[in-house]
């Protein structure tokens, strides 16, 4: 598993944009599957885009599609781009990693998983906030 660490959250208005970053420390991101989850207050985390380790293929929530866009360097940082941003983005955002072993799984059937199941093949990192205001 690895150490995952994201950064880019903060405070914007609605309509705004941020970036958001995951990184590890070591230069192997590239061969996991990864993926932004949302957590909004009081209710459980979510799947909002996933991209593939193997075909680079990417998966989003409806609720996201057109203002969020992922991608990866390859090296050790995944981006999490989120444009036109609305008070219902509010939230933690996790990013988290699919052991290797798991590159069958679709960027549609991580982003899917619960995080307990997630958990178990993957690891998680300790999230950022971003808070739109209206």
């Given at each position: 598993?690895?150490?995952?660490?994201?950064?880019g959250?903060g405070?914007?208005?609605s309509?705004?944009?941020?970036?958001?970053?995951?990184?590890?420390?070591k230069?192997?991101?590239?061969?996991?599957?990864?993926?932004?989850?949302h957590?909004?207050?009081?209710?459980?985390?979510?799947?909002?885009?996933?991209?593939?380790s193997?075909?680079g293929?990417?998966?989003?929530?409806?609720?996201?599609?057109?203002?969020?866009?992922?991608s990866?360097?390859n090296?050790?940082?995944?981006?999490?781009?989120?444009?036109?941003?609305?008070?219902?983005?509010?939230g933690?955002?996790?990013c988290?990693?699919?052991?290797?072993?798991?590159?069958?799984?679709?960027?549609q059937?991580?982003?899917?998983?619960?995080?307990?199941?997630?958990?178990?093949?993957?690891?998680?990192?300790?999230?950022?906030?971003?808070?739109v205001?209206?």
């Amino acid at each position: 598993q690895l150490q995952l660490e994201e950064s880019g959250g903060g405070l914007v208005q609605s309509g705004g944009s941020l970036r958001l970053s995951c990184a590890t420390s070591k230069f192997v991101l590239g061969y996991y599957h990864v993926g932004w989850f949302h957590q909004a207050p009081g209710k459980e985390r979510e799947g909002v885009s996933c991209i593939s380790s193997t075909d680079g293929s990417t998966f989003y929530a409806d609720s996201v599609k057109g203002r969020f866009t992922i991608s990866r360097d390859n090296t050790n940082t995944v981006y999490l781009q989120m444009n036109d941003l609305k008070p219902e983005d509010t939230g933690i955002y996790y990013c988290a990693e699919l052991a290797p072993w798991k590159r069958s799984t679709t960027p549609q059937e991580m982003c899917s998983m619960s995080p307990e199941d997630l958990s178990d093949v993957g690891s998680w990192g300790q999230g950022t906030q971003v808070t739109v205001s209206s």
